[in-house]
């Protein structure tokens, strides 16, 4: 049995060395990066709990020497701009349109993917082409249709016509494809039909790709600005974005109701992305959308 000499190899230790700079300077970059994305964040809940004097002044100051607790009551309280209202405005309308979303859009995609049809494929590329319109070519068009059905300030107008995305379709398509047939064809046997395979298979077995798709559409609905600006005209139909608007004004700026209403509307946005972060890598991958 050979004798140990206690030496150890150079390039061993180099390469050890090398893993473990590796790893502290990926650390550092996360942590660097992580620091980044949060100031946006501090900046909003430091000048949302700040004076017009301290956000306005020339000397900076990490964090209010005394933190004006009053300005999220005061918001709440704004005669002028009914935050809360607006905030459960914007909170029927995003879960309204996701679930709409998530439905049709699904529907959709199932169908293309699983149900024999002749000119599925022509009809697929048809939805594809939709995305390549840009959203101002069809607005004045949307508005006239929503105008002349009554719906101008009114939840069904902001709702309605966005219930269908092309691209969650797509997504919803991709993934169907690479469904398990094998679950399919033993619902089949039961005596299932595509709707009720649909709805007792294929729904729950697909959670992460309707998490996924349903995180992106809930966002994209609450920071709608544009349309919910034209359609919800009066003041009991505005959304927390719309009221975000008013605080800045030609004639008014009121800096310190804006960051307080800036922070409690994106604390929806954080909650449901955090819950349910895990899902969007894993429903996006699943999707094949990258094929």
Not at 99 to 104: Q, S
Request: aromatic share 12%; with cysteine; hydrophobic share 55%.
């Amino acid at each position: 049995m050979p004798a140990k000499t206690g030496r150890t190899n150079p390039a061993r230790t180099t390469d050890d060395a090398l893993v473990r700079a590796g790893r502290a300077l990926r650390l550092v970059l996360l942590i660097a990066l992580g620091a980044l994305f949060l100031i946006p964040f501090y900046l909003l809940v430091r000048n949302g709990l700040a004076s017009e004097e301290e956000i306005t002044a020339a000397d900076w100051t990490f964090f209010p020497r005394r933190p004006h607790w009053s300005n999220v009551r005061e918001l709440f309280a704004d005669p002028d701009v009914p935050m809360a209202h607006a905030l459960l405005n914007s909170s029927l309308i995003a879960v309204a349109t996701t679930a709409g979303t998530l439905l049709l859009a699904s529907l959709a995609g199932y169908g293309l993917a699983r149900i024999p049809y002749r000119h599925a494929n022509a009809v697929f590329y048809a939805i594809l082409g939709t995305l390549m319109v840009p959203a101002a070519v069809t607005f004045v068009p949307s508005f006239v249709l929503v105008s002349s059905l009554g719906w101008v300030s009114t939840l069904r107008g902001l709702i309605v016509p966005t219930l269908f995305s092309a691209f969650a379709c797509f997504v919803f398509r991709q993934y169907f494809l690479g469904f398990p047939r094998e679950l399919e064809d033993a619902a089949q046997v039961d005596g299932l039909g595509y709707w009720r395979t649909y709805w007792r298979v294929v729904v729950p077995n697909s959670r992460p790709v309707f998490a996924a798709v349903g995180t992106i559409v809930f966002i994209g609905a609450w920071n709608s600005f544009l349309w919910p600006l034209v359609i919800g005209q009066g003041r009991s139909s505005w959304t927390a974005q719309v009221a975000l608007s008013t605080f800045t004004t030609a004639q008014t700026i009121n800096l310190h109701e804006l960051f307080v209403a800036a922070t409690v509307s994106i604390v929806p946005l954080l909650l449901v992305f955090l819950l349910l972060q895990r899902y969007i890598v894993a429903g996006v991958e699943r999707s094949g959308i990258d094929d």
